[in-house]
C-alpha cells in the first residue's frame, strides 16, 4: 500500500517540484495539493492522507495553527506533519514541533533524504535528532513553558520504558536502541508505543518535547548508562 502524500505550500513551484520527486518514487504517492493551512486541513478531512509536508509561512492559516489542528483532531490522528523550514526558521520550527510536527526538512532537501524522510515518518519515526540539532533543542528548551507538577502519568512509566524514553530524547533509532540494550528493535518499538499511550504523546516527536520539557534530559547531557 502506498505512502499517501499531502503537499501543502502556497508557491506552486515548489510543490511541482516535490510531486515530480514523490510521484517518481514507488510505494509513494502524492494525493493532494494545498495552498494555505485551511485547505491543508480540510484535505486531510476529505482524503486518506498518511504524511504532510507543510511549509510554516502560508496565507490564511500558517502551517503552525495548521498543524495544531490536524494534530487536535482526533479524526486526524494516523497523519503526520513534516514541517518544510528555511536555515533562519528554527523559531517557528520549535513552535511546529509543540504543536505536533514530527520532524523538520529544509526546503533544499536532496531528493533522496525527502523521500527517506516520508517514509520514517509514516513509519512512525520522528525526523528530529537532538545529537544533530543541538542548538535547536537549547532553544526549545527556552521556548516550554515548565511543568507546574509532575505530571502522575509520568509514574505510570516503568524503570524501562523510563531509559528508553531517554535515548529516544538523545537522537537515537529504535534499531541503535535495540543494540545498546540487547533487545529486539520490536520489543523497544512496543515499548515506544506503551509510552506514548502512558503520556499521551502523538508520536516520537512529542516523546523529546516531553522529555526536554520535564527535565528528564537537558541539553549536552551524555548517553545514560545502561
Do not use: W
Amino acid at each position: 500500500m502506498s505512502i499517501r502524500v499531502l503537499l501543502a505550500d502556497d508557491q506552486a513551484l515548489i510543490r511541482a517540484g516535490f510531486k515530480m520527486i514523490i510521484d517518481a518514487e514507488p510505494g509513494l504517492e502524492v494525493v493532494g495539493e494545498a495552498a494555505d493551512g485551511r485547505e491543508a486541513v480540510d484535505l486531510c478531512h476529505r482524503s486518506r492522507v498518511d504524511v504532510v509536508l507543510m511549509d510554516i509561512r502560508m496565507p490564511v492559516l500558517d502551517g503552525i495553527e495548521a498543524t495544531r489542528r490536524i494534530g487536535a483532531d482526533e479524526r486526524l490522528a494516523g497523519v503526520r506533519v513534516l514541517v518544510l523550514t528555511t536555515f533562519d526558521d528554527d523559531d517557528n520550527v520549535i513552535y511546529a514541533l509543540q504543536a505536533g510536527a514530527s520532524g523538520f526538512l529544509g526546503k533544499n532537501v536532496a531528493p533522496g533524504d525527502l523521500v527517506n524522510a516520508i517514509r520514517v515518518v509514516a513509519g512512525g519515526e520522528a525526523l528530529l535528532s537532538p545529537r544533530a540539532t543541538s542548538g535547536l533543542i537549547s532553544r526549545l528548551i527556552h521556548h516550554l513553558q515548565p511543568p507546574a507538577r509532575q505530571l502522575p502519568e509520568l509514574d505510570l512509566v516503568t524503570g524501562r520504558e523510563k531509559e528508553i524514553l531517554l535515548l529516544v530524547a538523545h537522537g537515537l533509532s529504535n534499531d541503535a536502541i535495540a543494540e545498546r540494550l540487547h533487545l529486539s528493535p520490536l520489543t523497544v518499538k512496543t515499548h515506544i508505543n506503551r509510552t506514548m499511550m502512558k503520556l499521551g504523546a502523538r508520536d516520537r516527536a512529542q516523546l523529546v518535547v516531553f522529555a526536554y520539557q520535564h527535565h528528564l534530559v537537558r541539553p549536552g547531557d551524555p548517553l545514560p548508562d545502561t
